[in-house]
């Protein structure tokens, strides 16, 4: 019984798209701080997070970690994404059901097998990452994300509630 807990548990646990959170046994985002307004920010996905959900997250954080520093826009200046493949096989089932009659001495029978499982599946994990540069003013000649309104947006689209309310 403990042993089907814990499968159902790792189900439930793996059967949803990784949500918008600090990086965990599912995935999510980190940060790490190379100078004083510059920072490598990330997102890792499970096996049901699409490419564009890691990447709008790798950009929600970069918005989010903007504004946490005080900061009112960003650059990206370098930017990767790859997905990491691997094999999953399902666990083979055999049940064996039989029927037999007995006649005086003699014994018939028959006996069927029926085994499930054994398949195997490629699993894809998406992985962003983004070098981003804060800013407090908007640059004049090149582009820079409005960190308050990228964080809104993608909020809204993602439904994802505000932490600080």
Do not use: W
């Not at 019984?1 to 995935?27: E, N, V």
């Not at 409005?146 to 993602?158: E, G, I, R, T, V």
Request: hydrophobic share 35%.
């Amino acid at each position: 019984m403990k042993f089907f807990c814990f499968l159902t548990f790792i189900f439930f646990l793996t059967a949803c798209a990784t949500p918008y959170q600090q990086r965990g046994f599912s995935g999510g985002f980190s940060e790490t701080q190379y100078d004083e307004n510059i920072f490598l920010v990330s997102f890792n996905g499970n096996a049901y997070t699409s490419g564009q959900r890691a990447a709008d997250f790798t950009l929600l954080r970069s918005a989010e970690l903007s504004l946490e520093k005080g900061y009112k826009y960003f650059v990206i200046i370098n930017s990767q994404s790859h997905a990491s493949q691997s094999v999953v096989t399902t666990p083979t089932r055999s049940t064996t059901t039989a029927n037999v009659s007995a006649y005086g001495n003699t014994a018939y029978g028959t006996a069927t097998t029926t085994t499930t499982g054994g398949n195997s599946y490629i699993v894809s994990k998406p992985s962003t990452s983004n070098m981003i540069v804060l800013l407090k003013e908007k640059p004049d000649g090149t582009y820079a994300f409005n960190a308050q309104f990228l964080a809104k947006s993608l909020k809204a689209k993602y439904n994802i509630k505000d932490s600080k309310q």
